[in-house]
């Protein structure tokens, strides 16, 4: 009963340094999502996905990129890091139907850029 | 793009009280879904109640319940019998017919033994 899985957990990185944080989903869900929180803030859409193959913009996209090739994992990828970047990273995926109109949320995973 | 307004940065209730957690949100859709999440400090993203706007009566889970008010554009929280375990980050959010959502920047709930 894994639901979203977001690994790693926590990272630092150097300004300037790359990385992919990784979400898995094993709920055959269509649509996923990526979120950052800022502190005291809510969740900014970065980029969701309506299925394989088909990635859009939120609102806050710049300085990130995603991949959707297959329906479970929906992986976020920072070139580049910078401080503004720090934040907590929400992954969530949802189900097509409309019945089932939940989102779950991954553990999120905790990145400072310094 | 719509907006979501929680103007109440911190509430705390004594427990076994009543509470109402306050939101707004700006939209010129006319079908859509608004919720309610809780976040406790383990950061995880809890669902508490959600409400679809073509449906007129207020959605409510056990101590949970709504007050939506389409026209108004408000869709407030209460929270009856608060208990301790009631404490956490709460947020709305609303949820475009494109799927993207939308939240706020949540309201902080102390309940006070």
């Known amino acids: 009963n894994a639901g979203v899985t977001q690994t790693p957990k926590f990272r630092i990185l150097k300004i300037g340094q790359s990385m992919t944080l990784q979400c898995t989903q094993d709920?055959?869900?269509?649509?996923m999502y990526w979120y950052r929180q800022d502190p005291g803030m809510g969740l900014k859409l970065i980029y969701y996905?309506?299925?394989?193959?088909?990635?859009d913009k939120g609102e806050v996209p710049n300085g990130y990129n995603v991949s959707r090739s297959t329906t479970e994992d929906f992986p976020l990828r920072l070139e580049l890091a910078a401080p503004s970047q720090t934040s907590v990273y929400f992954c969530?995926?949802?189900?097509?139907?409309?019945?089932?109109?939940?989102?779950?949320f991954g553990a999120g995973t905790r990145l400072s850029v310094l | 793009a719509q907006t979501v307004t929680q103007s109440q940065p911190e509430m705390s209730v004594q427990e076994a009280e009543t509470v109402t957690l306050s939101c707004t949100y700006d939209t010129s859709e006319s079908d859509y879904y608004l919720f309610w999440y809780k976040q406790p400090p383990s950061r995880q993203m809890i669902l508490v109640i959600r409400?679809?706007?073509?449906?007129?009566q207020n959605a409510t889970e056990n101590r949970f319940s709504v007050n939506f008010q389409k026209a108004a554009k408000s869709f407030s929280l209460k929270i009856s019998d608060s208990q301790l375990g009631d404490a956490a980050m709460y947020f709305c959010a609303y949820r475009s017919t494109g799927n993207q959502f939308y939240f706020g920047t949540g309201t902080s709930l102390t309940v006070i033994p």
């Open positions: 969530a995926s949802k189900d097509l139907d409309e019945a089932k109109n939940i989102q779950y």
């Open positions: 996905s309506v299925g394989a193959g088909i990635t």
């Open positions: 709920m055959n869900h269509n649509y």
């Open positions: 409400q679809e706007a073509y449906k007129q």
